[in-house]
């Protein structure tokens, strides 16, 4: 009889916060110095969430004390904040599911088969978990996660093969020219012949265009075709003159953009206002303790949808938790003058005096 192999313990959290954009992060900054350890998850491949992926080049000017920096710079910045605290990191996943156990503790389980024991979690997934536009072409659905990926994380996969890839933004500039030394071939595919993307990332595009390796293709896909053994051969297009072309290809990249759906959250139990969850204003508590909502998912009276606003949420927050976790009321402590604080964030105690 063959042994059937135990199910793994899940893994223990202090707190999981759900949701890596901005607000996400400074959560854990918040947490951080709270001597609470967070884990962190998020349906992207990477931190940053809608800052990072909708505007990651575009100015941001109400960030205190930041007069302007870009989506890009500003995640760059809290992932520098929040290095001390090194919280553990579950990307490209969504939390399918979550459970209240008997001891008031937290069971989550993951997109990708994770399981996590928190005593509390901190849910900051802005309008929804988001997540990449998919292809709505018959027989493309069968190849996701072999020959048809969304938002590939690692390009590795392009070494030796036909590559496509689909779309006309920076992200899918950026990979092609990231596949053009190691895959067999390259073709962009885009509606038009016209791209989004830095000056640089251009220029360069541009010139492996001219080297010819990169090739671009004009028009929109209308069906795929197999092969005898099943796998994924060709992609069948309608050009911009109405005719019908066939390319050839192995693997398709597609980066389409990223939409927000609120997902398993609104199967949680946890009272909602208008598709966002209602929570305490003085703590940012759900309707469930132990369980807060912070950033744009979360609904109360004079509610402004701002990062900044997601700042103070995250705080209040945090202060909230650990002060149930402690069973009381806890002294306000500085990081300019307290030796605990600065002993959490790795960095001398300034002299006295």
Known sequence: MQAVAPTPLPLQADAVVIGAGPVGLFQVFQLGLQGIAAHLIDALPHVGGQCD?????KP???????????????VALLERQIAPFAPTRHLGQQVDSLAVQDDGRFLL?????QSLQARSIFIAAGVGAFVPRTLKVDGLAAFVGSQLRYHPADVNAASGRQVVVHGGDEAAVRAA????PTAASITLLHRRDVFHAAPALLAELQALRAAGRIHVAIGQITGAQQAQDGSLQALELLGPDGGHERLPLDLLLAYLGITPRLGPIA???LAMERKQLAVDPATFATSQPGIYAVGDINSYPGKRKLILCGFHEATLAAFAEAERQAGQ???LEYTTSSERLQTRLGVAPLPAG
């Open 109 to 113: 389980q993951t997109s990708a088969g």
């Open 177 to 180: 020219i990231a596949c053009a």
């Open 53 to 57: 992926q909708l505007y990651p080049d």
């Open 60 to 74: 941001i000017y109400d960030i205190p004390g930041i007069p302007v920096c870009t989506g890009r710079e500003l």
């Open 329 to 331: 009321r806890l002294p």
């Open 267 to 269: 199967d949680w139990g």
